[in-house]
């Protein structure tokens, strides 16, 4: 029988305002988390609406949810501001509290947030009045910082209707402000949107800025865009893993924004960490500037939409057939209103090393079709599958080779699909693997892993190299049985695994295990212990036939647990063994007991673990956050139904919160249905459900309008209102808390009904991963990959996978499942006899019955790409990208002397003979920029080709320097494939017409100013410089200076003032060494003031004769953080460079008679007697190198050759080399002085043969 439920109705607008004010003083503000994850804030500790409004300014780690625009958005006071997704500030924590009960009160609030993609009416209180937006910019940015913010300014006002112009007397504008990273902030954030008065900031990291691609971001923001990743439909469009959605930052990854237009992978607003595409593999965020969906959707948002259309690729610069043309994306077209156009995708699209697949277009269509112009949709986006080449190689190639899983017939691997590599030794080679030499920044592991492996393809290049370096061992390697482990090996951070060659390292070395070591916000290695058993931080012998030594750590997670809708978070949990930092070694059973109160019943778990009762159980093998959800309204359990008695009502009254509902949806339900039937004649009784957060009101502008916040709702005509959500929904069901609210239309007689709820469940909880992509050559099969299905059933149920794709196969293909757990399924793909072509297919996952199938709601896409296997590796190589990698010294314009460097990148490795040359235009006037050289690729050939223009005093250009696509020549030289072919020189769409910031007036005559300033050492203890220690400071101008006489920089330390001596001069930087005095302190950090550079009767001017500007201005530091000095310590002076200084006569071998020079360098100064030598390794023949001269902090050694002396391979000097002989080496201030060379000995020094004779 149903249970009985009586809702009392108010009427009037007085009983209305006595209702909300009621469940205000029981209303905890809902949904927080406790941890942090970098660039994202996740609300945590839950307090009452009425308790934040009693204080003057809540304060900061005060979170709740916020009212605005029409959605509950979660948000954490940080600095006195409310951040919603740790960089959307929505104003002051004052402002949000009060606004937030102004809604829940009824009262009107001002403000909405505009959808992106949508046609938007004039104005809009969020938007910039005519899409003009006044900005200053407040002091203590970087120049670097200066030149970010107008790029990412320039970006706007070039690419959108926007306008931003320099702020005058303008009452509300955009303000850039600098400001320091703190534990719980990244300082990369920006307010949301317009507002009538006042300064809408955008906060940037102090000094240096937050970069071009993140500015461009944060000013989006600033004129009403949000994140993309939060759409919901989102799940039709990528995978987010499972520890963004269920883990502490989940509320930063949930989707909660309405639907607006197309799905837009390039936007400049989408976050790509942890985040794979459907189908996998297309690029996420592909650019630093706004894409093509950006601009369209900015355009609409403030109701001045393109009247023209653009087809766009992602990434950009591929090609598309519009009506028969082969056009480069993007590409703009203004076609007639209701004119037919075809479209056709040319795929696969192959450079060099790069190849790209057709995966699918914004808005689902095939890879041919014909579209209708129309003014609603002006933009069309080809996303394509990028795949790169895994390039292995062996060094030397005699020595081994390296092999590659999964196999690949052309080396071409998907982006973002893990691969591993071994490297295979020769038997009869004599050599062994030693170490890798790579370009890839994905690696997981110490260069002597062997196996290896990296999470991706390199995304930011066209190829990733792995180079496997055989030499001779013997080697002792320091290993660990976990990955991403980094310790100190002879003073250096190394990861593990790590090899020394044994012979180098005779008198052994030294290893510096720490205690923990963090992996990750909420994963971290603790010390166990060694192999040999010896202490954590020691020294270690090496022994000559080598070995190894084994670290232990033990892998400790983050097991969190915070209630949701309870403020008092202790009462509200119990946990079991308690922590002090939620830390808990791996395999430890943590037990969380939920405490529910008479005013907040328990909903349920969410989050890493479902269910109901109040006890949960996990194993810490993974972290995990599990969230105890109380709240307000009444639990309903699946499958229960509820008689509901509702008060007549002379006003549209919603009952939610104390008067509604919810419902835990457990982890393999695959549908929830959601049913209120009324038996009362004439009752109208809206029905809404809302995900993870309570159904919500707000009253509008005009004090009578009513608009209902929720994610699903059913407002038919009749006695009768369902909701069905499954896993195709938008937002899709998943495993969370769902409330349910019913609106009732003002009646005058009693209403009854029933509320019923029913789940259908599959027995599968979800499917990782969720999309599969197969790209092959029509000659062999693509490497199959597997699906892991998670399952929650209490009997055997049987299975099937339905594909539906002739090609695709899945094993076992059905299967009957006893237990919960997973199942592993692994997918195939046959090649064979299929067309060319990228298809889209379903793995579609059903129970089967005796009576047929029922569906799971498991869906899996798969992309199939079939491609010709010669249409890739036939190419020339194509340029794939034109850079400026220099920047004027000062402001955005060269002067006379300044170099203006360029590099050209190819798709593919290339070889380069010869110097070619790039065309600059300066004005009007072409002006060669000469080759100064290339940069080597790991396995052969050249990444990049670099060239150098040094601007003439006749050079002016106003406008920006320009590059034609007909710029680069080969000036008698080649540039070619590996395999011979000539590489194609035509720049394309790289060519750049007007360099923004890149201007030239060779004329003009700039003193030279300071840039930076900075401290080049740490303290050799890690915490504080200790007395004899130089602590070494550099002065960096603008521009090119010339120096005379003997500067001097003032460093405060501690009260006092200490004159650093100058002691060395680069192009554009002086050098300044300090060597700690005995009474010398300072706890906060030394410190430079901006008049701390002085001339001390010398001088410093430009090349052009100007004198420079002496004052440090943004360079001044205050306390340098991690440069405290306690020179009551005395320090350990340690070797700090190690260099042979002198060459060969004949530039092959030293001959007898000649001298070989040797420099040993300390980190402080020091006194040395002559009886020192420095003993090197000639031919493996111990020979002395005597003392020749003594600087402040550096020995200078020189040996004689022999006649006798023969080494080949070049000299070695061994770790211990430097022998006192009966002498001593000291320090003046009284610091001990280590002579040992460590990680700077040389094995075999390069070009220092020895032929004696």
Request: with cysteine.
């Amino acid at each position: 029988m149903p249970r009985r439920d009586q809702i009392q109705g108010t009427g009037g607008s007085e009983s209305f305002l006595r209702r909300f004010a009621l469940r205000l003083q029981r209303l905890a503000l809902t949904l927080g988390v406790a941890l942090f994850v970098p660039g994202l804030l996740a609300p945590c500790a839950l307090f009452a609406a009425d308790r934040a409004a009693e204080s003057e300014l809540p304060p900061d780690g005060f979170t709740g949810v916020a009212i605005f625009g029409g959605e509950a958005l979660h948000y954490e006071v940080i600095d006195g501001m409310a951040i919603h997704d740790g960089d959307m500030v929505l104003g002051t924590a004052e402002e949000v509290v009060k606004a937030t009960l102004r809604s829940r009160s009824g009262k009107p609030v001002p403000g909405s947030w505009p959808e992106r993609r949508e046609l938007s009416p004039e104005g809009g209180d969020d938007l910039w009045p005519d899409g003009i937006v006044p900005y200053e910019i407040e002091p203590g940015f970087s120049a670097r910082a200066l030149q970010d913010i107008e790029e990412a300014i320039r970006e706007w006002n070039s690419r959108t209707v926007l306008t931003f112009v320099p702020r005058t007397t303008e009452p509300s504008f955009v303000q850039f402000r600098p400001r320091s990273s703190t534990q719980s902030s990244t300082a990369c954030s920006a307010v949301v949107g317009y507002r009538a008065t006042g300064a809408r900031a955008v906060w940037l990291r102090d000094p240096q800025g937050c970069g071009v691609s993140t500015t461009v971001h944060e000013i989006g923001h600033v004129i009403g865009l949000r994140h993309e990743h939060q759409r919901k439909d989102r799940d039709r469009h990528i995978q987010v893993s499972d520890l963004l959605r269920t883990g502490p930052s989940r509320y930063s990854y949930s989707s909660i924004r309405p639907v607006g237009g197309r799905y837009d992978y390039a936007s400049v607003m989408q976050y790509s960490g942890g985040i794979d595409t459907i189908p996998p593999g297309m690029p996420i965020r592909s650019s630093t500037w706004l894409s093509a969906g950006d601009i369209d959707g900015v355009a609409r948002m403030y109701g001045m939409p393109l009247t023209s259309t653009t087809i766009s690729t992602n990434p950009p610069g591929l090609e598309i057939i519009v009506d028969g043309e082969r056009v480069v994306a993007p590409a703009v077209f203004d076609w007639a209103a209701d004119s037919a156009h075809v479209l056709q995708v040319p795929s696969p699209q192959s450079f060099g090393t790069e190849r790209y697949i057709f995966g699918r277009w914004n808005d689902g269509g095939g890879s041919e079709r014909t579209i209708t112009a129309e003014p609603d949709v002006t933009w069309y986006e080809a996303n394509f599958v990028v795949q790169k080449q895994f390039l292995a190689c062996a060094e030397p190639a005699s020595a081994g080779h390296v092999a590659v899983s999964p196999g690949s017939s052309d080396g071409f691997h998907t982006l973002r699909s893990p691969i591993e590599f071994e490297a295979v030794a020769e038997p009869d080679s004599g050599l062994q693997f030693a170490d890798w030499d790579w370009n890839n920044s994905t690696t997981r592991h110490g260069e002597s892993k062997n196996p290896a492996s990296v999470e991706s393809v390199s995304r930011l290049r066209g190829w990733t190299t792995y180079r496997a370096r055989f030499k001779a061992g013997p080697f002792f390697v320091i290993d660990t049985q976990v990955e991403k482990a980094r310790i100190e090996i002879d003073g250096r951070l190394r990861s593990l695994p790590f090899a020394v060659h044994a012979a180098e390292h005779r008198e052994g070395i030294s290893v510096d295990a720490p205690e923990m070591i963090p992996v990750s916000s909420v994963f971290r290695y603790r010390f166990k212990g060694w192999s040999d058993g010896g202490e954590r931080a020691r020294a270690v012998d090496v022994p000559v036939a080598g070995g190894s030594l084994r670290l232990d750590l033990a892998r400790e997670y983050r097991i969190s647990g915070r209630p949701l809708g309870r403020s008092d978070r202790d009462a509200a949990l119990e946990v079991m063994p308690e922590s002090d930092d939620g830390f808990y070694e791996e395999g430890t059973q943590v037990t969380m007991t939920a405490v529910p109160t008479g005013d907040r019943p328990f909903a349920g778990w969410v989050g890493a673990v479902s269910g109901s009762g109040l006890v949960q159980t996990v194993q810490a093998d993974a972290p995990m956050a599990l969230w105890p959800v109380f709240a307000e309204s009444e639990p309903v359990i699946p499958g229960e139904s509820i008689e509901v008695t509702i008060a007549a009502t002379d006003q549209l009254e919603l009952h939610n919160r104390a008067d509604g509902y919810n419902v835990l949806v457990p982890s393999d339900a695959h549908a929830l249905t959601v049913t209120f039937q009324s038996t009362t004649p004439g009752a109208e009784v809206d029905l809404y459900v809302s995900l993870g957060r309570e159904v919500a009101e707000r009253q509008g502008d005009d004090g009578e309008t009513v608009t209902i916040i929720a994610d699903f709702d059913s407002k038919t005509t009749g006695s009768r209102e369902s909701i069905t959500i499954n896993r195709s929904s938008i937002p899709p069901l998943i495993n969370d808390i769902y409330f349910i609210g019913l609106a009732v239309h003002p009646i005058q007689t009693e209403i009854q009904g029933t509320l019923s709820v029913e789940v259908q469940r599959s027995g599968i909880t979800g499917a990782t991963p969720a999309a599969l992509t197969f790209i092959s050559n029509n000659t062999s099969d693509p490497a199959s990959q597997a699906i892991r299905l998670g399952h929650a059933v209490t009997g055997p149920v049987r299975y099937r996978i339905e594909s539906s794709l002739a090609s695709v196969t899945a094993s076992p293909y059905e299967w009957v499942q006893t237990v919960s757990g997973t199942t592993d399924i692994v997918v195939t793909v046959n090649s064979a006899g299929q067309e060319l072509g990228s298809r889209q297919g379903t793995l579609t996952v059903v129970q089967v019955s005796e009576d047929g199938t029922l569906p799971t709601g498991i869906e899996i896409p798969v992309l199939v790409g079939i491609i010709d296997s010669s249409s890739s590796t036939n190419g020339a190589p194509r340029i794939s990208r034109v850079r400026l990698t220099s920047r004027p010294g000062r402001g955005d314009t060269y002067i006379e002397g300044e170099q203006i460097g360029v590099e050209v990148l190819f798709g593919e490795p290339v070889e380069v003979t010869g110097t070619p040359r790039l065309a600059l235009t300066v004005g009007d006037e072409t002006r060669q920029a000469d080759g100064a050289g290339s940069r080597a690729n790991q396995c052969g050939g050249h990444e990049r080709v670099l060239f150098r223009y040094e601007v003439q005093s006749e050079d002016i250009d106003a406008d920006g320097i320009g590059i034609a696509a007909s710029a680069l020549t080969l000036n008698g030289g080649a540039i070619r494939s590996l395999a011979g072919t000539d590489a194609s020189l035509a720049l394309g769409d790289r060519a750049i017409t007007a360099a923004y910031g890149h201007n030239v007036n060779g004329s003009l005559v700039l003193p030279p100013q300071v840039s930076d300033v900075g401290i080049a050492t740490e303290p050799q203890n890690g915490t504080a410089y200790g007395a004899g220690e130089w602590i070494r400071a550099w002065v960096r101008f603008d521009r090119a200076i010339e120096v005379s006489g003997t500067p001097r920089l003032a460093m405060t330390i501690g009260g006092r003032t200490r004159r650093a001596d100058h002691y060395a001069t680069g192009t554009t930087t002086l050098w300044f060494r300090h060597a700690v005095q005995s009474d010398d302190l300072d706890s906060d950090g030394i410190g430079i003031a901006t008049d701390g550079l002085t001339l001390n009767g010398g001088m410093i001017r430009g090349a052009t004769g100007a004198d420079a500007e002496l004052g440090l201005r943004v360079g001044a530091i205050a306390n340098a953080e991690g440069h405290a000095v306690d020179g009551s310590n005395p320090a350990t002076l340690v070797v700090r460079r190690l260099r042979i200084h002198t060459e060969p006569r004949d530039g092959s071998a030293y001959g007898t008679g000649e001298d070989i020079g040797v420099w040993v360098e300390f980190t402080g100064p020091i006194e040395a007697s002559r009886a020192v030598q420095l003993e090197l390794d000639v031919g493996g023949y111990r020979r002395p190198a005597t003392l020749s001269s003594r600087g402040t902090s550096t020995l200078g050694f020189r040996y004689r050759v022999r006649s006798g002396d023969r080494d080949a391979d070049g000299i070695g000097i061994p770790a211990h080399a430097v022998k006192l002989n009966g002498g001593s080496i000291s320090s003046p201030a009284g610091a001990t002085v280590d002579v040992r060379l460590g990680d700077l000995a040389i094995d075999r020094a390069d070009g220092h043969r020895v032929r004696g004779g």
